[in-house]
């Protein structure tokens, strides 16, 4: 097995023993991924010559007996709307395109004192936006398991990435979904922390209450172990909540004893694909196996979601993105030369996509005078029902299981010309980040899907919803569901 193919903790232990050199687990790891790429196009940029003076940093402090961080040695890929200094970083858009982040993110920096090893900066929807990783000004993400497949988004190129076996442990960030959606659809498990678990200093601003940072991993336990390392309070963001970060991996007890979980079988029974259906269903009767309670639950609230999410997340983008300007920093039209008019509206014309734009619009609207009150107070009105009905649910239950998409992975160009559709796509996931709440998402079963010539086996994600910091028990069952099923260790054939 070649060295980087391992998960991370793995990895880490065999370079910590001295049994692989983490210059060769890097080397293999970047041959990998620029074998692959082309026909994936997970990566907007790889950083050869970096990561290899990163890993040799770690090889040397290993042969003088200094102690590892966790994850010394470890390829991690990073989203591109992260923060690296030194390294471009563009949220996937024109208008970023010749940025270089001058400072690094609170998240890069705890994953670099872990002794993690920064190999690239991964694809994704432009600024975040979109389900599919199809809104990239660098081209479309291509699913592992089938190229003419949608990886998800917005975190498409960090999924496909740990999927195809380039890197163990990737960075996403989760909007309204796009943590777990990605992963669902490409076969991984992904993690959207609670919101205030980890720092968002130096993530560039999509939808300031809803964005949270997390892992994207080939199992839960590397997941536990990320999230550890990039948790806690942090004075470059005041959001950065000042909980207690527990030792998440020791959650991981391998059963699901006493841990009741509820199920919202109306809202989850309307609009799905028959195949995530069964999947699901099967799934719950694998979690009664490790020992978990099923309810039944009610989330009245829960079908307001997708209208909801799409005032409050347009809005917010409006405020957030009216930055890019021409002015600071980033794309300026060649025609700045008519006037300051022109040159916000070229720059911001030609440089931003049609998804970004029509967002934009969007939130600018609901946010004007005559509209504010019909429109974004209502949404944040049902904000606060939705919020109410997870609190009344977890008065009962411990966790909440759903499926993490109605469908499975949808062509590329489906859904494109329909943007309704294409949000509905994030039914299941969009009420956890209007709540703050934490979610996972890990692989629960296959689909086939004939093509032309034969057959492609197409993954499906069972999403898991714990109450506000208690990741510990959603990984606790999530491991254990893991441990009960062989999803986890399939992997496409690159």
Known sequence: MSAHLKGARAIASDIAAGRVSAVEVCRDALNHIERINPSLNAFNLISGDRALERAATVDRLRA???PLGPLAGVPIAVKDNMCVRGMRTTASSKILDTFVAPYDATTITKLEEAGAVIVGKTNC???????????????????PWAHDRTPGGSSGGSAAAVAASSVPLALGSDTGGSIRQPASFCGVTGLKPTYGRVSRYGLLAFASSLDQIGPITRNVGDAALALFVLSGADPMDSTAA?????DFTAALDGNARGVRIGVPRAFVSEGVDASVLSAFDASLDVLRSTGATLVDIDLPHAKFAIPVYY????????????????????YRSPEASRGLKAMYEKSRDEGFGPEVKRRIMLGTYVLSAG???AFYLKAQQVRTLLRQDYERAFESVDLVAMPTSPTPPFKLGE??????????????????NLVGLPGISVPCGFVDAPRAGGTDRLPIGLQLVGKMFDEATVLRVADAFEHSTEWSHQTPGI
Do not use: H, W
């Open 371 to 373: 509209y504010y009150d």
């Open 125 to 143: 929807d432009e600024f975040a936006m979109g389900s599919s990783n199809e809104n990239s000004a660098y081209g479309p993400v291509r699913n």
């Open 242 to 246: 000042r909980e207690a970060v527990p």
């Open 64 to 66: 003088s007996g200094v």
């Open 415 to 432: 859904k494109t010309d329909d943007p309704l559709q294409m949000y509905l796509a994030d039914i299941f996931t969009v009420s956890v």
């Open 311 to 330: 005032l409050v997340c347009t809005a917010e983008a409006s405020s957030n993105l009216a930055r890019y300007d021409g002015v600071k920093y980033g």
